[in-house]
């Protein structure tokens, strides 16, 4: 018998008789209905049916008044499958996938998961989602698929992102055009439930008309958005002290961009903006240093191992602050 710092762990594996990876797993898809589950799966081999105990924990967290304990895991998912279907007012869309995974009021996430429920999504929606090639990577596992739905289990939102590595590289509203501005803020939900990591294809850009959004999902996932996109949207990149190796462009960048002060690049750095550039003071480049914009303001002492040039509407006064092993270059345009 072995003993484990865990109380979970000692009952899961020397009372119920599981295996200590099995009893890990219950664990890490429930601590507090862990023991629950390690019961089921004396009758049940739960891990060939993960989609189904998703769906009992999540009826669980909506329904507070429910033991589990009272249920075996047949009668819990037919409670939890009835709760989802009454999340819907019925209608006449033949939608019948109610597989919600997150609920949240007048709108709800609901996953795609056997070949049916990808033709059925792609045949309201217009797009390719029900082939062939996706449906069976979906049945399979090899990726997931999301469906955002109103309360008539309309859908207004498709999206599926590879298993393993939660890379997004399908993001459709209707008939394969971007997702509305109005429906993102329901995606970061999701994104902090499946921890997503970004999204591969075009229709990122939707998302340069959510600033807020693409805000709060960098604070769940700072790699969501790549080092660019975020530059574009006016996001600060850098912190005080920051040490980038490579070569930096930030280019057709609509807003302010701020270099933080004791920032140092080992490479080249080039702005071009159509708002503002603020250097702090006691930056350090290795390469050249290319800054154009509307406006340039010089907080402090600048050293630059290439060149200098500053290009700018507005008048740019000469500072001995910049100091530069090439040649420096300030340019009113």
Not at 9 to 18: A, E, F
Not at 85 to 104: A, H, Q
Not at 188 to 206: A, F, G, H, P, Q
């Amino acid at each position: 018998m072995i003993k484990y710092q865990d109380k979970r762990m000692n009952i899961m594996v020397n009372k119920i008789g599981l295996s200590e990876e099995n009893a890990l797993w219950c664990i890490e898809k429930s601590k507090k209905y862990s023991i629950w589950l390690a019961n089921q799966m004396k009758t049940t081999n739960l891990r060939k049916r993960e989609h189904d105990v998703d769906t009992v924990l999540d009826w669980k967290r909506e329904v507070q008044d429910v033991n589990l304990n009272e249920l075996t895991f047949k009668e819990a998912l037919n409670e939890a499958r009835e709760f989802q279907n009454s999340l819907f007012i019925p209608n006449e869309n033949g939608l019948e996938n109610k597989n919600v995974v997150i609920d949240m009021g007048e709108f709800k996430w609901v996953q795609l998961v056997t070949a049916k429920d990808c033709i059925e999504e792609g045949n309201a929606m217009g797009h390719c989602i029900g082939n062939g090639h996706h449906s069976s990577q979906i049945a399979t596992g090899k990726s997931m698929a999301f469906s955002l739905r109103d309360k008539f289990n309309r859908p207004h939102i498709t999206l599926e992102a590879t298993t393993e590595s939660k890379r997004i590289f399908e993001f459709k509203g209707n008939s394969n055009q971007l997702p509305k501005v109005e429906y993102l803020k329901y995606f970061v939900n999701l994104v902090e439930k499946y921890d997503l990591s970004e999204i591969t294809d075009s229709s990122k850009r939707v998302f340069k008309e959510a600033g807020e959004i693409v805000r709060t999902i960098c604070k769940i996932n700072p790699n969501f958005f790549d080092f660019n996109f975020k530059v574009s949207m006016g996001l600060d990149v850098f912190e005080k002290g920051d040490f980038c190796i490579q070569d930096i462009q930030m280019l057709d960048v609509d807003n302010n961009v701020t270099i933080p002060d004791e920032t140092s690049f080992y490479g080249t750095l080039e702005l071009v903006s159509k708002a503002k550039v603020v250097l702090g003071k006691d930056i350090l480049i290795g390469g050249n240093l290319t800054v154009t914009a509307k406006e340039v303001s010089l907080n402090g002492k600048i050293q630059v191992g290439g060149n200098v040039t500053i290009s700018s509407p507005s008048k740019i006064k000469e500072n001995n602050n910049i100091i530069c092993f090439g040649k420096k270059n300030l340019i009113k345009i």
